[in-house]
């Protein structure tokens, strides 16, 4: 009886629709569809809000999902779209400057992170850095595992890393590296974006260590980030975060920031 709700949701892959983080696994098809946009967005759960994944397909196809699957997720999105075999001019990166942070050390990898992407398709595409912190997560070994990889089940996970960062983890900067070597490659720019702030975390970004980005040699990819941050009231926001209404922010970042 354990197994028969398993098979099921297996079954023409019916638990992507289902489990926590769909629009993950929304991304995923998307990024190996052949499409004509030229222009593509990658970017967290607030870009999410602003450019949904399951919306925006035409002058900006957007793969924009959650920042827990970190930018070795996002890169492999951007991998996918282009072995597909389409065209890219430009790549938009919508993040908040608390997504950098992530380097899958946190209790949201297991769902969000493993059971999407440690499969062996992805695997090659894994730096020693992020197998490394694969191998911290307990159980990481049983994330493909029917009951598991059906559920919104995750093991509790404290992580004991020390950070020395402030914004751009290691794994944000190999990833980084290498969304800009396949821009080299393809010949496309890459626009990264800030989604907007509350003001109570106004105090937390400004803390962090700007010179992470030219210490790491990605000043190129980072003009301009932290001044284009648009602060607003707390009251704006679910929860710091995320944003109550995004439709009433959209304008400013379609025809300002994207233009």
Known sequence: MIQIRPLYLLYQDKYK????????????????????????????????????????????????CNQSIAMVGHFILLNNYLNAGNEVDT?????????????????????????????AEYKPLFTETVNNQ?????????????????????????????????????ISIEYLHKIKQLSIQHHFKVIILPTPASMERKPMIEKMDQNEIAKNNLSDLFANYFKNIIYYDDINFFDGTHIKKPQEYLPRYKNDLIK
């Not at 994944?53 to 900006?60: A, E, G, L, Q």
């Not at 919508?94 to 999407?116: A, E, G, I, M």
């Not at 990889?149 to 950070?163: G, H, Q, R, Y």
């Open 17 to 64: 629709q289902t489990v926590a983080g769909s629009d993950i696994y929304y991304s995923i098809f998307k990024s190996k569809q052949k499409k004509k946009s030229k222009k593509i967005l990658f970017g967290d759960s607030v870009a999410q809000q602003l450019f949904p994944n399951k919306t925006n397909n035409d002058t900006i196809n957007s793969m924009a």
């Open 91 to 119: 790549v938009y990166m919508l993040f908040s400057p608390f997504s950098f942070q992530n380097n899958l050390n946190q209790v949201y990898t297991y769902h969000y992170f493993l059971k999407p992407f440690y499969i």
């Open 134 to 170: 694969v191998r911290k997560v307990p159980y990481f070994q049983f994330c493909r595992i029917p009951y598991i990889l059906t559920s919104d089940w995750a093991p509790d996970f404290i992580s004991k890393d020390v950070e020395d960062f402030t914004f751009l983890s290691p």
